[in-house]
């Protein structure tokens, strides 16, 4: 019998003992570190990387060199080598766990048609699914709003149901927490993660334990950095190869040290600090790279904090936001439920790897001067001060005594400003909506030149009681003589696991209810009220703080278990509303506790959306309008018309703190998690899924086999990688996101997928959105370039310089504008190839691999921009996409393209990562331009992805060949 190599370390392989003398086994860093020195002074998460590539080293995928590599680590290196990272396990949502269900059920059909067994196909790690992305909130304001929310969602959602649970019986490792119960990364950081992990294959004794590390298809699945868990965010693509055995590969990376130190002042929460913590990473540029939190702040504040802190890495632009692990992240373990048996271990693990404790903060092992970091930021706690963000970008922090007077400026700037380029003159008027079920065709009274403007009307005093709330986004405002204007809030949001998994905010918007109502105050009834908890742990603790009736009487009653208004299912506006927004342009404004902001996201006709703690969203929605300076206006009014300001509602440190032993409580979040298993619910146990290993496929507008194994082939086509004559299907501004590429939201009638899901018999009420229709490659491709806010730049400007928005190119040659799914159809059908221009952050914001995916059925050969977010450039590769960056300060608009040129892509020798790679430009004058652009193929292993045609592909023969 074949004897396996031994592994090049096997003498690191150690034994620790929990405190009750249980053994197990580590392959130990402090034993590596006798033949590399430097390892003790590594970064804690790099040392959690080393470990994986320790352990995993076989001397094929992960070898020795890469141990050593990394091993020598050193802060200020260039950044050539690559970490084949092996993690634990991966953890999904459904928007993107449902396509990536697809491609594996379609590789079983693919290992079946060549005569394999469908079981080659297998995940080789845990694998969890949390359906949170599909709820939205179509009622609100009422007590019956999450069950018809939730009953409404299984109705659109059926389908995509369904063929989870066949995916639940069909693969052994993969499960599916059902809708109802929470958002994935909050369910993760509760349940999921079980600190310490022992392969299930692995039979020693005692067997070898190693830390948990995952990757998740969603950018904030780095809030689990907040527990010391090394993981992050990646395109369904690189989950599903990471799932089936693939290292997930990257460019060893920067580690930025972030010290905190000092503490938060009274009225000052964790979204505040976390607002800061973005701006200032932002601009230290931490794209790519690990940000690593130390010093006394950092082990002072509470790992929910931490979490919140973690969750935003994809909005300061690093990889993650690490935490290591402490006393702190043992006490949530315990107050979250684990058993002790796992908490000691757990301990016993990262203190015999030297793992344990916050560097540099009192009493630690480690000072912070004893690791080497690339770079160190600092921040003083203390000098914090209460922010909101917005109103387009989560970046851009706003002090909140500058919110009013930032949205005024902002309101008359021109677009490139981050303004919204209306006439200065017409911020403060109201309109009167129209009654409902008519038109609005009244003209707002315009006021005579000179005379005053109307002033902005705040109805603080107008009873709400739960009949007064509009209670149904389609139902019409009840309310008679309600006037609407710029800047006022229209939808107030408590949502987003950034903010909901954090009892302290959760305490301080209901704490902040109470004494509003207490103190007389309403929120009008037209304004889109929610709450949507991360976890239903959440509910309960509001419960039993007596709280939740506060925020219901304020109109925040339970809408669903789910990401709702972060993700963009914010359900839609009254009729009413929408129609009085659209035509007088106006202004409205989203207040919401999430972490994205971008254009169209939160809802298409809310152009100003601003990122806020739970309680400020509760404040705002009482005051009813940004412009209300709430530093020193009043919130409202209260009881016998008083004034009532920030200061008398806002809860005091010493209150939230008296209430958070509410929150943990281990046995509440014991008996919640079992019920996954036990008690799913009524709408889950009722659906149907098929069986079978392999699946059949039935017509469905949500579910349809994905093409990209068509003609399938075990040896790959080889590829010339260049290519000649390509036509410019768009030319884009700077940060263009990938929900510009690929939106999440609502899916207009008229749009190429609208079009097609009527050809289907689908009625508009039931077109979900697209996230939900990930599975079905059909409406995606059209969907893809779709979004209505999305800016092609070969469209000229109009007469007063505006461009239009929405999903459409100039077809060349003859300049005939039409849809870009049209037009890719019809390139494809001559066999032209295309490319499309960006600027700076190409691809930025959510990890979305439909991104990159329907970029690749548009026919889209290559993508080159100024830069490119991480994920979307890996996903561009993935799927056999060329990303090409400019070099120094070159643009498409320094060559001056307008859209009618052709373009040759230039590869000389043999593809390598970061070559250079020549573009020449053939204008119609019959003149041509050369420039060389960077290939952001970065590592030797998405060569080989390339050259397969994409990392799915290479993975399939990989798993059909083994
Ligand atoms: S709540 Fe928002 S950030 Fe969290 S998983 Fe959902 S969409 Fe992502």
Not at 104 to 122: D, F, H, Y
Not at 214 to 230: E, R
Not at 896 to 919: A, H, N, S, Y
Request: neutral net charge.
């Amino acid at each position: 019998m074949a004897r396996e190599p031994a592994h090049a370390f096997a003498s690191t392989l150690k034994t620790f003992k929990t405190a009750s003398g249980k053994a197990g086994k580590y392959w130990s860093l402090k034993e590596l570190a006798k033949q590399y020195p430097n390892v003790d002074k590594l970064p804690v998460s790099i040392r959690i990387v080393l470990e994986s590539v320790l352990r995993n080293c076989d001397g094929q995928k992960v070898t020795a060199e890469h141990v050593e590599q990394l091993a020598n680590w050193a802060p200020n290196a260039e950044r050539t080598d690559e970490i084949p990272f092996v993690v634990t396990r991966v953890v999904l949502q459904d928007f993107t766990g449902v396509p990536l269900l697809a491609d594996l059920a379609a590789m079983r059909s693919v290992a079946q048609s060549l005569g394999k067994s469908p079981k080659t196909i297998e995940p080789l790690v845990p694998v969890d699914l949390v359906v949170d992305h599909s709820v939205m909130v179509d009622h609100y304001g009422t007590p019956k709003a999450l069950d018809l929310n939730m009953k409404l969602e299984f109705q659109r959602n059926n389908e995509r149901y369904q063929f989870m649970k066949w995916g639940m019986q069909a693969f052994d490792t993969f499960g599916v927490v059902p809708p109802g119960f929470g958002i994935v990364h909050q369910v993760n950081l509760e349940y999921f993660a079980r600190g310490v992990y022992k392969s299930p294959h692995d039979q020693g004794d005692p067997p070898v334990y190693y830390p948990d590390s995952l990757v998740g298809t969603d950018s904030h699945t780095t809030m689990i950095n907040g527990i010391g868990v090394v993981g992050w965010g990646v395109g369904g693509i690189e989950a599903e190869a990471a799932m089936l055995g693939q290292p997930v590969y990257m460019l060893t990376p920067d580690v930025v040290g972030f010290e905190l130190s000092g503490k938060l002042r009274e009225g000052v929460t964790a979204t505040d600090l976390v607002l800061y913590v973005t701006a200032i990473l932002r601009g230290e540029k931490v794209v790519g790279k690990f940000v690593e939190f130390f010093g006394p702040g950092a082990a002072s504040i509470a790992v929910p904090d931490r979490a919140t802190i973690g969750n935003m890495a994809p909005e300061y632009g690093a990889t993650m936001g690490f935490f290591p692990v402490d006393e702190m992240t043992l006490a949530y373990f315990k107050g979250t439920g684990r058993t002790d048996k796992e908490i000691e271990r757990f301990e016993a693990y990262y203190r015999a790897q030297g793992l344990f404790g916050m560097p540099g903060a009192e009493g630690a092992s480690q000072s912070s001067g004893e690791l080497q970091y690339t770079k160190v930021v600092k921040l003083d706690l203390g000098t914090v001060t209460p922010s909101l963000a917005g109103p387009k970008r989560p970046q851009d922090r706003i002090d909140l005594g500058h919110l009013a007077t930032k949205f005024s400026e902002l309101y008359s700037k021109p677009n490139e400003a981050n303004g919204f380029n209306q006439p200065a003159d017409k911020l403060k008027l109201r309109y009167a909506l129209p009654h409902s079920g008519e038109t609005a065709e009244q003209e707002p009274p315009e006021p005579k030149p000179g005379a005053p403007r109307p002033e902005v009307e705040m109805a603080h005093n107008k009873p709400t009681s739960e009949s007064a709330h509009v209670g149904d986004t389609a139902a019409h405002v009840q309310a008679s003589g309600v006037t609407i204007g710029n800047g006022d809030v229209l939808i107030a949001a408590i949502t987003s696991c950034t903010n909901t998994s954090n009892p302290s905010v959760m305490l301080a918007a209901g704490l902040l209810a109470k004494k509003a109502v207490e103190a007389g105050l309403t929120v009008q009834p037209h304004i889109k009220t929610s709450l949507a908890p991360g976890s239903r742990i959440v509910t309960e603790y509001l419960e039993k703080a007596g709280l939740l009736p506060y925020l219901e009487k304020l109109g925040f009653f339970l809408a669903g278990y789910g990401c709702t208004t972060c993700i963009g299912n914010a359900g839609d506006l009254a009729p009413e509303i929408n129609e009085a927004i659209t035509k007088n342009n106006l202004v409205g404004a989203a207040v919401l506790s999430g972490n994205r902001n971008f254009e169209a996201r939160i809802h298409p006709n809310l152009k100003a959306n601003f990122l806020a703690s739970p309680p400020l969203v509760v404040a705002y929605a009482i005051a009813g309008n940004v412009m209300v300076d709430l530093m020193t206006q009043p919130v409202g009014k209260g009881k016998k018309g008083k004034d009532v300001y920030l200061g008398d509602i806002w809860p005091s440190m010493k209150e939230i703190d008296e209430n958070l032993r509410f929150a943990m409580n281990a046995k509440a979040f014991r008996k919640n998690y079992e019920q996954i298993k036990d008690n799913p619910g009524k709408l889950w146990s009722s659906i149907k899924g098929t069986s079978g290993q392999v699946y059949d496929w039935p017509k469905s507008t949500y579910i349809a086999e994905p093409p990209f194994f068509q003609g399938f082939k075990m040896k790959p086509h080889a590829s010339d990688a260049g290519f000649t004559g390509a036509r410019i299907m768009a030319l884009f501004g700077d940060s263009i996101t990938t929900d510009h590429i690929s939106p999440a939201g609502s899916i207009k009638e008229s749009s190429p997928a609208g079009i097609w899901l009527k050809a289907h018999g689908v009625q508009k009420a039931d077109f979900n959105s697209y996230g939900s229709r990930r599975g079905n490659h059909d409406v995606m491709m059209r969907g893809t370039f779709a979004n209505v806010r999305i800016k092609n730049l070969m469209v000229p400007a109009g007469p007063d310089g505006s461009r239009e928005e929405g999903g459409v190119t100039l077809f060349q040659p003859g300049n005939e504008k039409m849809f870009i799914y049209d037009a890719a159809m019809k390139y494809i059908e001559q066999g032209v190839p295309t490319v499309v221009f960006g600027g700076e952050e190409y691809g930025t914001g959510s990890s979305r691999d439909w991104a990159a995916k329907g970029t690749q059925l548009l026919g889209i050969k290559a993508v080159v921009a100024r830069s490119f977010e991480r994920i979307h450039r890996a996903n561009l590769v993935g799927m056999g996409v060329l990303p090409l960056q400019f070099r120094g300060a070159d643009s498409w608009e320094g060559l001056g393209l307008t859209g009618d040129e052709k373009i040759d892509v230039v590869i000389g020798g043999e593809l390598k990562p970061q070559m250079d790679v020549k573009i020449v430009v053939h204008r119609p004058d019959g003149t041509h331009q050369e420039v060389t652009v960077r290939l952001r193929i970065d590592t030797p292993i998405e060569v080989d992805y390339y050259k397969h045609g994409g990392i799915l592909p290479f993975v399939l023969r990989q798993l059909l060949a083994a």
